[in-house]
């Protein structure tokens, strides 16, 4: 597609259990990025795919998060025994290296 | 370390006026910057960028910013807002950190426009 696609739009879960989002980059970027956008915190970076290097996770609030990208493209967070505090706006990205970054239109996610 | 600062958290406006976003930002050497705007319930759309060269920057719907280095700022501006403009406005800026590139966000600024 043309931009940066995320599934789903929405998501209600009960404490407890694990939530898979997705990411469908822009076609032939190379960089990944997921945000996190929460009342009170603003965006806030979680996680960073490059190519076939190590992702860059230092943003990851804790082990109950974790994400993968596979064949350089398609990317999954995860999020296991969600508690209510990770109610958020999940924001993928996409970019070609060193270049302008755009944004999907985000998985909000509230934990009930 | 790296921080971006809008100090205005609201910010209303008559529909037809002037508007000036402040941004400011912290950083030890010059910056990719970037504004990005959030209507209810979308992602962020890119506004406009600086990376280097002309220091006033045109954008999308209108949207210039300029970049003072002297100030450390890059403030955004359009002489004449419309009822669409409303939205959450973001301030970034954007680190290479070993070969990756990272956005910094400001907080925000939400804009009402009166009709």
């Known amino acids: 597609g043309a931009g940066v696609s995320q599934s789903p739009s929405n998501k209600v879960t009960e404490k407890g259990k694990d939530v898979e989002l997705r990411c469908d980059p822009i076609?032939?970027?190379?960089?990944l990025y997921w945000y996190r956008q929460s009342l009170g915190q603003g965006l806030e970076f979680l996680i960073y795919?490059?190519?076939?290097?190590?992702?860059?996770k230092s943003g990851l609030p804790s082990d109950r998060f974790s994400a993968e990208r596979t064949g350089g493209s398609v990317s999954t967070l995860t999020i296991q025994r969600t508690q209510q505090e990770d109610s958020a706006v999940y924001l993928c990205?996409?970019?070609?290296?060193?270049?302008?970054?755009?944004f999907g239109e985000g998985s909000w996610l509230t934990v009930v | 370390a790296q921080s971006v600062t809008q100090p205005d958290i609201h910010i209303t406006v008559s529909e037809g006026a002037s508007l000036e976003l402040r941004c400011n930002y912290s950083?030890?050497?010059?910056?990719?910057l970037f504004w990005y705007v959030q209507s209810p319930g979308q992602g962020l759309q890119l506004l406009l960028k600086?990376?280097?060269?002309?220091?006033l920057v045109q954008g999308i719907k209108g949207f210039e910013a300029e970049f003072k280095r002297s100030q450390s700022s890059f403030n955004l501006r359009k002489p004449s807002v419309h009822w669409s403009d409303a939205a959450e406005y973001f301030c970034?800026?954007?680190?290479?950190?070993?070969?990756?590139?990272?956005?910094?966000f400001g907080q925000g600024t939400r804009l009402t426009i009166n009709p």
């Open positions: 990205a996409s970019s070609l290296t060193g270049n302008t970054i755009y």
């Open positions: 076609s032939g970027h190379t960089a």
């Open positions: 795919f490059q190519g076939n290097s190590a992702p860059d």
């Open positions: 950083y030890g050497a010059t910056p990719y």
């Open positions: 600086y990376f280097s060269g002309d220091t």
């Open positions: 970034a800026v954007g680190l290479i950190i070993q070969g990756a590139q990272k956005l910094v």
